[in-house]
């Protein structure tokens, strides 16, 4: 399946999904990429969008997953205190999104709520994300983000039946979760409040086009404007998995989101996984704000790398991850035979 296809099923009405697809190509325009290049705002620095680890403890063991190679780490839970003073050192005048994500499952962290409290009270005008494998996901739980204003909880179903969920996910309980998630779509289709978009997600590949798109078609009474179904390109996660040779590459745009583990380490890319590689390790939280983190040299020399379009060539982790095909070029190739590859 093409990253393209991949990148663009949303499944809502014609019209929301017409809107959808003209902010995205609007958004990479000749006129849009000229804009960000003049006004440097592609990628700001420091970041816009961070990805925040509360936990690294999963009750699934996936399949693409780094966690299922057993590649050694230290477990645990953040706790309130270093949280909110990770988000203390986070928060800048131009951040815009947090996910809650990392490579753990958020409602593990029997504290989930309250972290998600300090998130929305220290960086109030922030985009809250949160994903999930759903096994813990309740209403009571899905009301709390509901209230507090989570702006998207993407339900990682993965699998279309359960033969592709077992393969994926490696565990025999795609009945449990479909039957939750049916009862939590009725459920928000009766609030008179919606705030957030639930998004159902698959992985391509693994899922064949035919399977995805059945499962579309038999449950398109679920979705609307504010239910969605999402298809996820499927990742390598560094070149785990399998390889991505291609030596010519755009900047990639992951290097400027970067992965904040439970312990505050700051990793220059949210697809980094913490297994020892320092190559996108950039600092603590517990030392340094994240400004003063980006300000670094460390980071100076891996962004002129991937302006010229060879972070691969430096940093082993990039060298066969196909990650950077996920976020379009927002970058223009440079005529001349001097200077920066791309402009």
């Not at 003073?85 to 800048?92: A, D, L, P, Q």
């Not at 809650?100 to 809250?128: D, N």
């Not at 390598?236 to 970067?258: I, K, M, S, T």
């Not at 992965?259 to 913490?274: L, R």
């Amino acid at each position: 399946m093409s990253e393209t296809y991949a990148f663009a099923r949303l499944t809502l009405p014609f019209v929301s999904r017409a809107k959808q697809m003209a902010r995205t190509i609007a958004r990479f325009s000749l006129a849009r990429r000229l804009y960000a290049r003049v006004t440097r705002k592609v990628w700001p620095i420091p970041p816009v969008a961070v990805s925040l680890e509360p936990t690294n403890h999963c009750n699934l063991k996936c399949s693409y997953c780094p966690k299922s190679l057993g590649i050694d780490r230290k477990k645990g839970f953040v706790s309130l205190e270093d949280f909110e003073r990770f988000v203390e050192r986070i928060g800048h005048a131009k951040l815009k999104r947090a996910d809650l994500v990392g490579f753990g499952e958020i409602f593990v962290h029997k504290e989930w709520a309250s972290i998600l409290r300090v998130v929305r009270k220290r960086l109030p005008k922030c985009q809250i994300v949160i994903t999930t494998n759903a096994l813990l996901l309740t209403r009571q739980a899905f009301d709390i983000m509901n209230e507090c204003g989570v702006y998207q909880l993407t339900v990682s179903l993965n699998g279309a039946n359960r033969q592709t969920y077992k393969e994926i996910n490696r565990v025999d309980k795609f009945d449990e979760v479909y039957a939750k998630l049916s009862d939590l779509v009725r459920y928000y289709k009766t609030l008179p409040n919606r705030n957030l978009d639930l998004v159902v997600q698959l992985i391509d590949t693994i899922n064949s086009p035919g399977e995805i798109e059945r499962f579309r078609r038999e449950h398109a009474d679920w979705f609307d404007h504010k239910i969605l179904f999402y298809v996820h390109p499927y990742s390598n996660w560094g070149g785990y998995f399998f390889d991505d040779e291609a030596e010519e590459r755009y900047p990639c745009g992951h290097l400027y989101v970067p992965g904040i583990s439970w312990t505050g380490d700051v990793y220059a890319c949210c697809v980094a996984y913490p297994d020892g590689n320092k190559d996108l390790l950039l600092g603590n939280l517990n030392d340094k704000t994240l400004e003063e983190i980006y300000r670094s040299d460390r980071f100076r020399q891996l962004h002129a790398w991937n302006k010229r379009g060879e972070l691969h060539k430096h940093v082993d982790l990039c060298r066969n991850c196909n990650s950077w095909k996920r976020i379009p070029n927002v970058y223009f190739r440079n005529p001349m035979s001097i200077g920066p590859k791309w402009l």
